[in-house]
């Protein structure tokens, strides 16, 4: 913001303008900067990656535009059992590490907003990307425009988070934990996606369904993890949630939703691999190829919040199920972003399996906002029709993407103000024990993460 308030003044040293002249135009920029500030915030809790959603509207100034910069980074060290062992904490470490410091996102966002004489929003358009050592990549580019008759429907179009439960939802800036649960990184890669959404919500408070969010949309299906969308088919998605209830004199704030996905991708191939007992089958139907096989998932979410007290924080609980049917490879059950090959060039079969997943969080304030501290279960079956030592069991077809994993998330996490936060947080992470090479037992794979967020 500093930087933003001297270029002004800097402009008008190189063009030779008055002193006067200058000082006149920092006080403008003072003046406009703090109408930002005031002013932004209500289109963040759509499905974004830099607020919670449900924060709702805040005050605006009347009749002006609003252009809203922020962002956070998110330097971190990290220690695992072994040497190259493959994580969700982040990604995978090379063969001969067992540590590493990373920038595990550094995210910078623009808001563009705009509010009629009522102070309800008309259009909004945000850019975000993400920028680490690896490299630069977008992460949101959307428009969105509001009615403003009965201010209840908006559209959204572009790349923007998927809207399905609760966890994709929240933002890594907010999140407690350091990452999201296996499931929702392996379903939601990159949790965004290119398509249209229309959203339900009701922006007036005396509304009778001000408590309710609707939305539905219709999506590429392969999202940030592929170049472009390679086939006709779309995914629907949709979500209808309920915004923080008073339960009771306690205040007690209850919240929740349901979600469903319902896609798939086109199979390019005649052989299609499905579970008939506890191993796979192939199915060589000449007509397999052109159909669409199956992406279909549905999930429910809650979540409860008990203050503490005043300034002492809160006691949360949050809990989110998924199941349903994931069309992916052998080797791996994250939706392809490319149409799959094998090392030959050729089409790739594909592989049909039912899953299911859940976490668990229980967050406690300790005595005050600053410290806290998290507890997080969860577990994802990629393939619920096998276990144990079916898996990698001569002619079953399974490999280690049938492997179920769980994983239980201890942290602190100290806020020092609301632009600095310490987090520490370990996983155990524990695998089924199989008939596979390399996972006949837990393989070493736990993780310690201590991260320094700074946000602006």
């Known amino acids: 913001m500093k930087f933003v308030l001297l270029i002004p003044y800097f ?4 063009i030779n303008l008055e002193m006067r002249a200058a000082k006149i135009l920092v006080l403008s920029c003072v003046l406009l900067c703090s109408s930002i500030v005031t002013r932004a915030q209500f289109l963040m809790d759509m499905i974004d990656t830099t607020s919670e959603m449900g924060k709702g509207m805040l005050s605006m100034y009347h009749k002006y535009d609003a252009l809203r910069f922020s962002g956070y980074i998110q330097p971190q060290f990290q220690v695992i059992s072994q040497r190259g062992a493959k994580s ?17 996102r550094g995210r910078i966002r623009v808001d563009y907003e705009r509010y009629n004489k009522e102070d309800m929003p008309v259009v909004q358009f945000a850019f975000q990307f ?13 428009g969105r425009f509001f009615e403003t008759k009965f201010n209840v429907l908006s559209l959204a179009t572009g790349m923007f988070a998927r809207p399905f439960g609760y966890e994709v939802n929240l933002s890594s800036a907010d999140r407690e934990t350091p990452e999201r649960g296996r499931m929702s990184q392996i379903l939601m890669k990159t949790e965004r996606d290119l398509g249209g959404m229309v959203s339900f919500e009701p922006r007036r408070k005396d509304h009778p369904l001000y408590f309710l969010k609707i939305d539905a949309g219709m999506f590429n299906g392969q999202g940030l993890t592929g170049p472009g969308d390679f086939d006709s088919h779309k995914d629907f998605i949709g ?14 704030l209850l919240s929740g939703g349901a979600s469903v996905l319902y896609g798939g991708m086109q199979q390019f191939t005649n ?36 203050p503490n007290g005043p300034n002492k924080g809160w006691t949360q609980f949050r809990a ?12 791996t059950t994250e939706t392809p972003g490319i149409i799959p090959l094998d090392p030959a060039g050729k089409y ?5 399996r039912n899953f299911d997943g859940a976490y668990l969080y229980f967050i406690q304030n300790l005595g005050s906002l600053k410290h806290q501290v998290v507890v997080r279960y969860d577990w994802y079956d990629p393939n619920k029709d096998v276990k144990g030592k079916q898996i990698g069991a001569p002619g ?14 201890v942290g602190y996490l100290y806020y020092a103000d609301e632009h600095l936060k310490f987090t520490v947080y370990y996983d155990w992470v524990k695998n089924e024990s199989t008939s596979l090479p390399g996972y006949t037992k837990d393989i070493r794979d736990n993780v310690l993460t201590c991260r320094i967020q700074y946000r602006f």
């Open 11 to 14: 402009c008008a040293q190189i």
């Open 88 to 104: 969700y904490a982040g990604g995978d470490f090379l063969p001969q590490s067992d540590n590493r410091w990373t920038l595990r």
């Open 130 to 142: 993400d920028g680490t050592e690896r490299g630069v990549f977008i992460r949101d580019f959307y």
């Open 239 to 252: 979500r209808i949630g309920f915004k923080p209830v008073v339960l009771n004199k306690r205040k007690w």
């Open 271 to 306: 052989y299609i691999y499905k579970m008939e007992g506890t191993s796979f089958k192939v199915d060589s139907s000449l007509t397999n190829a052109g159909e669409i096989a199956p992406r279909h998932y549905y999930g429910a979410d809650m979540q409860l919040k008990i």
């Open 320 to 331: 989110e199920y998924i199941r349903g049917k994931q069309t992916a490879t052998q080797f």
């Open 348 to 352: 790739a079969p594909l592989y049909i």
């Open 396 to 409: 079953s077809g399974t490999t280690e993407a049938d492997i179920r994993y769980n994983t239980l998330g």
